[in-house]
């Protein structure tokens, strides 16, 4: 099979190219107003978000990691209380508990799911656990049902680290469904350019259900004013650009095609690895939709660095999302001094994430799916 010329993890400006009359047309008309913060685009994205989420109130911010830092903030936790997050994620979700004086205590995670396993954060509960924060990592949701029951029995806030998920759905043993991040007290997410829904630089949100943390967290990313000069509390300076906040406007009509995209793409992979005994791919969980923002697979049998040098060789990238859990870095390592969790030092050995995106090609895939063939052939 002859080789693509180029084959990207994402592929963010083809996916412009088809959207480009709609995307030019929304910044322009920003640019015309001159009304770059706090403009009306990004009342209207705010807006359109909370219909699409079926939540009462949307905070556009900077980026996701503002998002989970005042979402912890608007909490009120004190200095020294414990939040609990799993030790396989990106730094973002552990990185602000720190931050902010807060103790991030790990939690192992599913090899199946690669989702947190709350059952193993029974021993870990203190005076001090005030919180969780589970991540729908990869674009599933973590076990609610079960996190929410949890954080009931030990009265824990939780808030949703969503930033891989947006526009998957969470149905639970209830028959409740809803869109994933907006079951916890607050969920937060990124508009990172390579997050499913992207914009163009950086961007993030929170969605709440609640009142009074909604004005909590709109005064918070607003230098702690409920009014203009006047400060109630030390706050930060996060907002989303209202030009960002118009590209995510047009990007929010095409989300649910972006995932239809994404998930034609998985079933083409998990069709191909079916036969192949060293690739373990990701358990579809029954109670939550995948809108795979990335599609990762264990490669079991310790092949799994040799693979991925093996892609290289064929212009095939990939990535390893995450290669270390977050105990062994150093920035946290005096937060920990337990065992290693099996289940996270697994995955870093194991997973592997291949190219996927809402532009990716037949041939191009094929080809992909032909090179991961051979190497195991
Ligand atoms: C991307 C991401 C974040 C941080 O988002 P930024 O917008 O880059 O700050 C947080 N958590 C997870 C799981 C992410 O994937």
Redesign the pocket.
């Known amino acids: 099979m002859t080789r693509p010329i180029s084959i990207e993890m994402v592929d963010l400006k083809t996916q412009y190219d088809r959207l480009k009359p709609e995307i030019d047309a929304a910044i322009f008309a920003v640019i015309e107003q001159s009304s770059f913060i706090k403009g009306p685009a990004l009342d209207a994205f705010e807006t359109g978000l909370a219909k699409y989420l079926g939540v009462k109130h949307v905070i556009g911010v900077a ?6 830092q005042i979402a912890l903030m608007a909490l009120g936790l004190k200095q020294g209380d414990e939040v609990l997050v799993p030790s396989f ?5 552990a990185e602000v508990i720190g931050l902010l004086g807060l103790v991030p205590v790990m939690l192992d995670v599913d090899i199946t799911t690669y989702n947190v396993d709350i059952a193993k954060a029974e021993g870990l509960i203190t005076k001090k656990t005030k919180a969780v924060v589970p ?3 990869y674009g599933q949701s973590a076990p609610m049902d079960e996190i929410l029951a949890f954080a009931k029995q030990h009265n824990l806030y939780v808030v949703e ?1 969503a ?2 998920a947006i526009g998957s759905s969470y149905c639970s043993k209830s028959g409740k469904s809803g869109k994933t991040g907006t079951f916890g007290d607050i969920g ?5 350019p390579s ?1 499913n829904l992207g914009c163009f630089g ?3 949100a929170m969605f709440t259900n609640n009142d009074e943390l909604a004005s909590k967290i709109r005064m918070i990313a607003n230098h702690g004013q409920p009014r203009k000069y006047v400060h109630q509390v030390i706050g930060v300076n996060s907002r989303l650009d209202t030009l960002q906040a118009a590209v995510l406007l047009v990007k929010l009509q095409h989300l649910d095609d972006f995932a239809l995209r994404r998930q034609r793409v998985a079933a083409a992979y998990d069709a191909a690895f079916l036969s192949i005994k060293d690739i373990v791919c990701q358990e579809i969980v029954p109670y939550s939709s995948h809108v795979y ?1 990335q599609y990762t697979v264990r490669i079991t049998n310790g092949k799994r660095d040799n693979l991925q040098t093996f892609l290289k060789e064929k212009g095939v990238p990939s990535m390893i999302y995450y290669p270390i859990p977050l105990y062994k870095q150093e920035a946290f390592s005096s937060y920990f001094n337990g065992e290693p969790h099996a289940g996270t030092e697994r995955l870093c050995q194991e997973v592997i994430s291949l190219p996927i995106h809402t532009e990716m090609k037949d041939e191009t895939q094929a080809y992909i799916i032909e090179m991961v063939q051979s190497f195991f052939s």
């Open positions: 980026n996701g990691t503002d998002a989970l994620t990106y730094v973002a979700t991540v729908h990592l680290d930033a891989q937060c997410t990124s508009f990172f997050k950086d961007g993030g923002h």
